[in-house]
């Protein structure tokens, strides 16, 4: 289904906000989940929000709710990360990632292991 390709990290002040990209016109129609995962440094990857590409519900963690937005755009072939009022624990590489059907399933993000496809991520970096 090809590659995932991040794009729009960088850094930014606390209560900035970043639109993080990824690419993936090889995904169009998946019926997958999409998803956005984050690894602060020294940390475990965490999911961060996804998207269960056939209907569109998206899912969030605790951390971010409120704050980011998963979604699409009306072509498809890219799936996007809106995020507003950044943190400094915010900071972290995040990856653009697709696989399986957990969060439809489970009505929650999944761990990283049920994804099977990811992009190389992009860094974002949030001081104070």
């Known amino acids: 289904q090809g590659q995932l390709v991040e794009s729009g990290g960088g850094s930014v002040q606390a209560g900035g906000s970043l639109r993080l990209s990824c690419a993936a016109p090889g995904y169009r129609r998946s019926r997958d989940c999409m998803a956005w995962f984050r690894q602060p440094p020294g940390r475990d990857r965490e999911g961060v929000a996804a998207?269960?590409?056939?209907?569109?519900?998206?899912y969030y963690s605790t951390a971010v709710k409120g704050r980011f937005t998963i979604a699409r755009d009306n072509t498809k072939s890219t799936l996007f990360l809106e995020m507003n009022d950044l943190k400094p624990d915010d900071t972290a590489m995040y990856y653009c990632a697709v696989g399986g059907r957990w969060c439809s399933t489970f009505g929650e993000i999944g761990p990283a292991s049920v994804y099977n496809n990811w992009g190389q991520g992009t860094q974002v970096t949030v001081s104070s």
């Open positions: 998207l269960n590409a056939p209907d569109g519900k998206t």
